[in-house]
């Protein structure tokens, strides 16, 4: 993807992750569980999502050279966080469509400007879109370029922040084939001379498999599917 088209890919995702919440809150309560985050509920993850973009938003905003002084907000009450949650997504609109890509910005990786944040808060807020499409029981496509582009940043970004040390002594490649984006990407190149396996669907169900949001038996596998999962499962990033 390119720059230009990392904030209106944002937009697209808070808009259809405020639909669906209210959709799901209506049909399941804000006690609903999340299958994607097992751990949390619907009154959980539309406050994980409001929680980031406001401190993203803190970030553009002041410049912040590093993240101590951000205020942390006080949790609101179940009936007050859609409408939070969506004053939330519209400042980091705001503030992102107003700031230099190139400004440099505290961030937790090595690249420290707007840009990263513009990319990754367009890849937070996708997933945490099919979150909430999981509990509503209506998950959209992830179109290719974003779903690629998502493959792309989880291999460039979060596999180094997990692994800082390079792959474990026992990795394999496997190869990541996105049929919609007539791309092939690896995981753990040049570990082994072959791949353990090679997944092929989707671009977006990729993304979401690499992410734990769907399981190995959405894609096609050639090789070991259990070695496979192995790998991405060594991409710990809790």
């Known amino acids: 993807m390119e720059l230009d088209e990392y904030l209106p890919t944002l937009r697209r995702a808070n808009a259809r992750f405020a639909d669906a919440a209210a959709e799901a809150v209506l049909a399941s309560g804000w006690t609903a569980r999340v299958p994607g985050c097992p751990d949390w509920t619907l009154a959980d993850l539309v406050w994980h999502l409001g929680e980031v973009q406001r401190f993203w938003t803190w970030i553009v905003r002041t410049r912040a050279a590093d993240p101590s002084a951000y205020p942390e907000p006080t949790r609101r009450p179940d009936d007050e966080l859609l409408g939070w949650g969506a004053v939330q997504s519209a400042e980091l609109e ?40 999981q509990v509503l029981g209506d998950v959209r496509p992830i179109p290719a370029a974003v779903g690629l582009d998502g493959l792309d940043e989880w291999l460039e970004v979060m596999v180094p922040g997990a692994l800082p040390d390079g792959p474990p002594e026992d990795a394999h490649p496997v190869v990541l084939h996105a049929v919609d984006a007539d ?30 949001r769907l399981p190995m038996e959405v894609l096609t596998v050639d090789g070991d599917p259990v070695q496979a999962a192995a790998m991405i499962g060594a991409v710990n990033l809790e």
């Not at 961030?107 to 997933?127: G, I």
Request: aromatic share 8%; glycine share 8%; no cysteine.
């Open 183 to 212: 791309a092939e990407r690896t995981l753990f190149p040049g570990t082994r001379p072959f791949p353990i396996a090679v997944l092929t669907g989707n671009a977006g169900d990729l993304l979401l498999a690499v992410w734990r």
């Open 94 to 133: 705001a503030v992102l469509g107003g700031a230099d890509p190139r400004d440099r910005v505290w961030t937790w990786a090595a690249q420290k400007d707007v840009a990263f944040v513009l990319r990754r808060q367009a890849q937070e807020a996708t997933v945490h879109t099919v979150d909430v499409e």
